[in-house]
T-cell receptor, first 108, second 115 residues
Framework: KNEVEQSPQNLTAQEGEFITINCSYSVGISALHWLQQHPGGGIVSLFMLSSGKKKHGRLIATINIQEKHSSLHITASHPRDSAVYICAVRGGDDKIIFGKGTRLHILP | DAGVIQSPRHEVTEMGQEVTLRCKPISGHNSLFWYRQTMMRGLELLIYFNNNVPIDDSGMPEDRFSAKMPNASFSTLKIQPSEPRDSAVYFC?????????????FGQGTRLTVV
């Protein structure tokens, strides 16, 4: 079993829908990171979380340390949000572990 | 700032050749990370530096891989000798404090093909 599990693996939705991507982890962590990888391959850092919630534009990230779970939400989704979203955690031993990513496709 | 700059963007080389990938972090960032991405294994951290010192190189696959950071504005990842299984996209990223304190900024990646 992977130490970082993302769900769903693939998600197709219509423009305007509210999107939720989940990340569960099984190790103690000091921080969790959400990354976005564009179809062209470039990677953008979205959020770094150690507790609570962060918001940037239409993106919201939450983390529940007790439940070892984080969610990334996209409100009013748009085709330009189509990308792979990757969750990564920094474990207690300073190792960085990546999830396998969620491929999101927003249809116009 | 131009962001994290990696070179070359694409590299095709023959098996057995030495390959050197280069990275210029964002000025003022004191943490630098090298990642590898493949279809099979996804994104993996190879090594990271803090203040030019390698902190964790446990992700470096084997002795054929080496990374250096001679100064705060430059790092290299070298593969010698290269093998076809090294074909991947290699990303470099930098961040102000060590990873976990803030978001990291990624370069555009170097797509390496070893034939």
């Amino acid at each position: 079993k992977n130490e970082v599990e993302q769900s769903p693996q693939n998600l197709t939705a219509q423009e305007g829908e509210f999107i939720t991507i989940n990340c569960s982890y099984s190790v103690g962590i000091s921080a969790l990171h959400w990354l976005q990888q564009h179809p062209g391959g470039g990677i953008v850092s979205l959020f770094m979380l150690s507790s609570g919630k962060k918001k940037h534009g239409r993106l919201i990230a939450t983390i529940n340390i007790q439940e070892k779970h984080s969610s990334l939400h996209i409100t009013a989704s748009h085709p330009r949000d189509s990308a792979v979203y990757i969750c990564a955690v920094r474990g207690g031993d300073d190792k960085i572990i990546f999830g396998k990513g969620t491929r999101l496709h927003i249809l116009p | 700032d131009a962001g994290v700059i990696q070179s070359p963007r694409h590299e095709v080389t023959e098996m057995g050749q030495e390959v050197t990938l280069r990275c210029k972090p964002i000025s003022g960032h004191n943490s630098l990370f090298w990642y590898r991405q493949t279809m099979m294994r996804g994104l993996e951290l190879l090594i990271y530096f803090n203040n030019n010192v390698p902190i964790d190189d446990s992700g470096m696959p084997e002795d054929r891989f080496s990374a250096k950071m001679p100064n705060a504005s430059f790092s290299t990842l070298k593969i010698q000798p290269s093998e076809p299984r090294d074909s991947a996209v290699y990303f470099c990223a930098s961040s102000p404090p060590i990873w976990g304190g803030t978001e990291a900024f990624f370069g555009q990646g170097t797509r390496l093909t070893v034939v």
